[in-house]
């Protein structure tokens, strides 16, 4: 922002970006926890289909993990532990079931 008014505290609405930030990003990761406890059928089913071993067991878990992580980012609460479990997930979800550099097919590559 100009400095046009140099009396004038900014730190308001940094603030309020920075907890729509903090709703935004983390309630993604609300939403897709839930998700996986609401749809877990669908999201088990899906997980075995990508070879998952356990995949009713690593969608529980994966769930509470994304669930926890979310909520901890929208809270403020514990935010580095939040940010590590989403970190997890991120990574072993990406390599192990989104893993769309393995896929052949470019339209199937396009999906995944």
Known sequence: MPNNRPWYNWAMETDILFLLGRILFGGLFVFNGLNHFFRRGAVTGYAASKDVPQADLAVKI???MILAGGLGVVLGAY????????????????LKV????????????VLE
Do not use: K, M
Not at 79 to 94: D, P, T, W, Y
Not at 98 to 109: L, S, Y
């Open 62 to 64: 994966s769930g509470l």
């Open 79 to 94: 935010v580095n532990f939040a940010v590590l479990l989403l970190v997890i997930f991120l990574l072993l979800v990406s």
């Open 98 to 109: 989104h893993n769309f550099w393995a896929i052949a097919d470019p339209t199937q590559r």
